[in-house]
Each structure stands twice: as C-alpha cells, then as structure tokens.
C-alpha cells in the first residue's frame, strides 16, 4: 500500500528536478534589463573587436535600449565592434560608434580605454557610446595648461594624419590646413592646424553682418577672410613711411660790418638751401637725420601672452 502511494510521487519529484536541472529559467525582459543595467565584466576579444559574456540574452533584440558596462581589456586603436556571448555562442559583432557634431561616428584612436569603465547601449542597428563621451564637436579647439594633449584630441602642431583613421575630423577639415604644414602629407593623409606661438582671431567677415574691417589687407597686411588665414610676424622693421612728417625750422643770424644784420627762418629737409637777405648773399645746403644714422633693427611685436598647449578633437 506505501508504495502505491509512493511510487507516484517519487516520480513527480523526479520529473520536477529534471526540469529544474536542464529547462533554463526565463530570461529577464528587456524592460527589465533597462531598469537594472547590465554589467559585463572585463571585456575578452581584441582591443578592436570587443567580446561581452551576457549568458541571459538571448539576441541583440533582449538589449535594445539596455547600458551595459565594462572594463576594455586594451585601449582601441581604431573601429571597434562588439559581439556578445550568450548560451547560444556570439552574436554577430557589430560596430560601436558615438555621437558627434556630425552624427554617429565609428572610434578613432584611444577612445576605450583599458580597465575604465565604459558604457553602451544597442540602439538597434549599432552599439552606441554612452560614457566617456566628448560633449566637444569634432574640429574644435581645445586649449589647456597640460604638457600633453586631451584625451580625443590631437595637438595643432601641423602634423600629418591618415584620413582613414582620423575620418570624423577629415569630414570637417579637409586638406584646409595641408599647404600651410611644415611637413609635406603624403596621399591618404591630411593636416590639422598649425598654432604653434600663434593666437587666435576670429574671421573678420564672419556672420551676416559683414566685415568689420579690424583685420584687413589694406589696413595691416592680414587678409582675415577664410578660415586658415595666417599672418603677421614675431618683429618688425620699421621704414621711413612709417615715420610722421617732421618739418624741422631753423634760425640762422649773420653779424658783419658790410651787411650789416639779418636773420631767417626755413623747414630744413634734406638739401635745403637758406638765402640771406642782405646785399651779400650766403647759402648754405645740409642733411637733417632725424635718427643720427643709427642702423634700425627689428622691433619686439608681441603682446602679453601666457603659454599652454592647443589640441583639435577629432
């Protein structure tokens, strides 16, 4: 009789614990994923192609919305994907891009860094960047007292880069900045500014308003028109149009029996000639050097200035 009772019960038992031990248990929604957030660990993979262990998520689908954080392994050294690991394998690796002044773009040089935090989030079609980002525009200027460049930036030395590596900053500069490099770049790379002991000064006809006419051609020689205008200079030696006109005037007075007393006044330039008024005349010719033949030499041309370094974003 027990075991009438028993046996079917030990057979319920036996059928729970199979289904306890080999059905997995539901996975959490994606809602409360995005509730909770998700930690990944240290990521495996390579620098570049970032591998996340998420066992609970079945597809990207579970993640769409979701941060998830993690420690690189390396710092990027270009684009980066990431695929996840989860009980069925990888899912298909898939860019990781940030947001810009331009839209989303793919990772340039150093923007994972090993062992700091970062955060993304699958918006359907790409992993976004969500922490460590810039809010700077790419092609910004970013001046600071480091001995180094920011993180993200590059110093404004006039140095030569890949377009392939750098494309976000070569979307919004160009070859703008290449005549003017003191290397020549070769194909396939472009220029960033050179500001090296140089200050900044706004277009003189930016906006809508037209030129205001503070930096011009005609007025100092500087042609502040189109963005990478360069001029000026360190010293400056003067010439005479520089100087003001200078009329000089001087008395001469002649004492003599014959004839007798007189006396003028003239503007005394060079070969100036001075007639006397008496029945005897007397003239004399002579040069006036405002300078007494000094040799000019270059004049200091530089305002109060305090020193750091200046760094584009790219």
Known sequence: MIKRILAPTIAALLAALVVY?????????????????TWAGTAGGTSNAVVLNLANVGSLNDIVGVQISFNPAANNTGPVTIAITNVLGNTTATALQRPSSIGLVGLSLNELWAGETTS???NGSVFVLSSNVD???????VETRNSTAP???LLEDGSCYSQTTFAALFSVIGTT???GAPVACSGGQFAVPDSRGSLFAALDNQGANGAAN???SAGSGCSATSVAFRCGSEKYVMVRSDLPNTSVSVA???????NGSSSGAVGVGTGATIGMCC???????GAFNLNNNVTQTAQPNVPPVLGGIRAIKY
């Open 135 to 141: 809010s700077r525009g790419v092609g910004d200027t």
């Open 252 to 258: 001469i007075t002649q004492t003599g029996a014959a």
């Open 214 to 216: 503070r930096l011009t």
């Open 177 to 179: 900045y290449n005549a």
């Open 279 to 285: 029945a005897t005349p007397i003239s004399a010719t």
């Open 151 to 153: 993180r993200g930036t």
């Open 21 to 37: 031990c080999f059905v997995p248990p539901p996975r959490p929604s994606a809602a409360q994923f995005a509730d909770q957030g």
């Open 120 to 122: 993304v989030k699958y």
